[in-house]
């Protein structure tokens, strides 16, 4: 059993910066590629980024490609998400996931944690 808590979430203004974090607890989370997904209000879950069990080997979404960037430290059982030159739209929940296979479909997921960028 793995239960995921995402913390980092805030209020903050466009071109700012935020970073995400999700600790784990369980000693199986290095068994599990991780991810990032987000849901906007009145939209869809859609996919962020993921990481595989090493770190190694990391895939973003194209609309955060190049601003933000996954890592995870297995030491601490926690993954992060930082996130650079925010814009408004990626306002959003943002949920962790552990072994994801689509914005819906994963072992486990948090609860969430808010993310709102005012122009």
């Known amino acids: 059993q793995v239960q995921l808590v995402e913390s980092g979430g805030g209020l903050v203004q466009a071109g700012g910066s935020l970073r995400l974090s999700c600790k784990a607890s369980?000693?199986?989370?290095?068994?599990?590629?991780m991810g990032w997904f987000r849901q906007a209000p009145g939209k869809e879950r859609e996919f962020v980024a993921t990481?595989?069990?090493?770190?190694?080997?990391?895939s973003y979404a194209d609309s955060v490609k190049g601003r933000f960037n996954i890592t995870r430290d297995n030491a601490k059982n926690t993954m992060y998400l930082h996130m650079n030159s925010l814009k408004p739209q990626d306002t959003a929940v943002y949920y962790c996931?552990?072994?994801?296979?689509?914005?819906?479909?994963?072992?486990?997921w948090g609860q969430g944690t808010q993310v709102t960028v005012s122009s």
């Open positions: 369980g000693r199986i989370y290095s068994r599990y590629s």
């Open positions: 990481i595989n069990r090493s770190g190694g080997s990391t």
């Open positions: 996931a552990a072994d994801p296979r689509g914005p819906t479909v994963a072992a486990y």
